[in-house]
């Protein structure tokens, strides 16, 4: 490549109905383009505390420690892990995709010791057997699962799974990248102990930033440990330096104002529309994507009372190369949808209808290119 | 705070001369608008390979493992340190302003042994007494040291430095931060195995991703680790699958598509300037700005032949107010710029001049400025 050729990039038009990013609304994206101010400006300071506000409401808190770390959601996990596992730390991880794997991944490069509950890919996390396993493992300090795994479109109880935990005095950590603002998810009357997310699912904000909350049980154990977090840029005793509520804000490490502009202005239209019906939105048009996917003869990876609305995991039938759909969506239709992931990679596609995304005309879209599509293939 | 008061977040006009963030150019600010495409897409993964080749440029090197970190420049720092430095290695550190003992705490925190090497803040590094160091600790795997002090405003000699860090059969880590695009930063010329920077400062990019770039050398120290990175978020070995050459990438993490849209541009604009007509501009508007400085009867903290053009340590005048000066500089003339930090806290004012803020009209804004308050307070 010369490098005198390269052009400015001008992206496609897209239609994103994969696993993340969602399409992102022209509101969120004007307010990236606003002109960057200082991270310690007075009135980029009153935005983050806007922020904190906004995230409260989505996050259904009131955790004084909540806050966006200024990275994607991978960085929003390893921030829970390193700051609340200690080395030698036994953590049950309840793992039933990719994002279960990861989080096994990150507690033992934090010294921890994982236990691992595998559970089938495309099936919720069995609360029995974390029972179980906290029986047979007395010892343990953390549980760690995944509300909404991203990989499968499956929805496991997190609130019976919290419940569990808590009755073995273990403290919680949840992935929600994929569940915050697409169905509901309540940290404080479900007490979840930690948790993080991310911007660019059904928040619909650009990627880049990873929403994380902490109640008083997990600050507690942040408090107490014996050792320094092993990550200095993802330390919240200093991180919290810049975002805490003390009037005199320090200099951490330098936040992406743009970005951080998206996510207040993304946040500000969850508030407007309301939580309950954007969790209400997602479930409707679900159930239109489902009759459309159904009446092509497709069938569902996950039984129905498992499936994330937001994240539709779609059997691809036999003798179908899974690719080739995908790729014809994306270049005859601009419509992106996602494979498979790990071990369900080839035998799925997955459909986002996350945020802004999820709405009847992009449903449709869907379902009649893809109609368009099989019946040329078949 | 309400709420249902939060409106969406129009920001205050500001000119940027801080320390960084600098004023982002419309340009780049567009660029960042643009409609949200799939990290994964092909027409996204072109405009990958695109980056990479500008960084090539703009760092001057032609190491294949170059690319931006999905976050700020203390990621792109941490990035170094966790890849390079096993559990018992030995650190050199040269530290002469806050960022060298943020290299400390790296090294700490990642298992290795740091031998500090405490230069008086607002002078650079001494290659002697890295020789010397040297000497003592023959033992020593990596040198780290900044090239452009952000706290200070003090350039080190990162050619004389890595010659003697290679004598000894070291490999260096080399912060740019702030150089980057600023004052001449030739990679390859100059022997640098490792490398971070940020978007903010002379790329007049917005705040959130880090550039790095690492030589044979260090890939295969990388290679040879026998443990694992302890940040699975930035291990190379899995950002390499997504950023990597080959043709098929691998979901990693979500990379911040509209941040990389920014990015792409600002290279593009330092490519058209040319990167010795940008060191030119630094230093000829430095010399502006040192002559309106002069003038007011201001001294800089720094000696001459240490100087950064991009970020002016101004030594605060006895009896003044450093802090109102900076409030009355923001309120008044909706202009930043810095404030001391750590042991020069309180001592002076960080003027940046730094990518598209770096201009004839911003100098004299700023000096005039500063001469009509010093005119009031005194």
Redesign the interface.
Known sequence: ?N??D?????????T?M?P??S??HP?V???????????L????ID?M??IK??LH?AFQTQNALTLPI??????G??TCFVNLVEPGDKVIVCQNGVFGG?MK??V???GGIAVVIADEWGTAVDPNRLEDTLKAHPDTKIVAFVHAETSTGVKSDAKTLGEIAHRYHCITIVDAVTSLGGIPLKVDEWQIDAIYS?S?KCLSC???LSPVSFNERAVEKIKQRQT??????LDLNLVMGYWGSSAKRT?????????L??L??AL?ML?EEGLENAWARHERHYQALRQGIENLGLTFKVKESERLPQLNAITVPAGIDEAEVRQRL?NEYHL?IGAG?GNLAGQIWRIGLMGYACNLKNVWYCVEALKEILSKIK
Chains 1, 2 share one sequence.
């Open positions: 490549m490098i005198t390269i052009k400015s990039f001008i992206p496609p038009i897209r994103l994969g993340g990013p399409d992102v509101r994206l004007q307010a990236m383009a606003r002109p960057t101010i200082g991270h400006d007075p009135a980029f935005m505390d806007e506000v906004l409401y200024s990275a994607p959601g991978s960085a996990m390893e990861r991944e990150n033992e490069r934090t991310g660019q650009t990627p880049g320094k977090v092993q990550s200095w840029f200099y951490h490490h330098t936040a992406p104002i743009n970005v502009y998206g207040h202005e500000i508030k994306l992106e992931l």
